[in-house]
């Protein structure tokens, strides 16, 4: 049986999350939103690690407007961040901060299934496991995702698809930015102790001093 969540959507995320899909007694799953994305990362974070059970992916999704992104990471969008009084409405100001699906004692275990869509505008800050999965376990797989004008920042672990990887990673396509003082860091995952596979990689990595 699969659980199908359609209620599909090419507007950016508006930053909720949505976990209404969610049956433990389902196998299967099928989401279509960036909230319902998101909330997979609610219920995983939360000791939902869907081992035994499968997500696919049905849309391209769009995480925030990318209109900036080649100011993402630079001194002029810290300023512009850090003094929201004087820029309100600011799309600097606006970007969504993606909470990584899987984190220490609550890994992912399940298989996630990207059936070649494409995730844009993913910006992941301040996480010790940074990218759109934090830690992925032993019997997890993300499968034919791909990532347009990702950015991702930490100094612990810092990849776009997986902060560390226990598990699968196979057939994604990545471009975005890395930046990082320290830690461990890679374009598709900052750590994989496991299998990565027929990826292209087209990601920057900045290690600052």
Known sequence: M????????????????????????IPIFDISTAAQLAGLAVLVNSGHTMENQEINLLNDLTLNDISEYSKWGTKEFSESTADSSDNIGDATLELNNWVPIGMTGMEFNGKFNGNGHTI????????????????????SSINAINFNKAYVKNDKYAG???GYSKGIINNCIIQGKICAITGSVGGICGCSEYIISNCINLSLIHISE
């Open 120 to 139: 844009t505008g993913m910006y992941c800050e301040n996480s010790d496991y940074g990218g759109l999965f934090g830690i992925t376990g032993t019997n």
């Open 160 to 162: 776009i698809v997986s």
């Open 2 to 25: 699969t659980a199908s969540a359609s209620d599909a959507s090419s507007a950016i995320w508006d930053g909720s999350c949505d976990t209404s899909w969610y049956d433990s007694e």
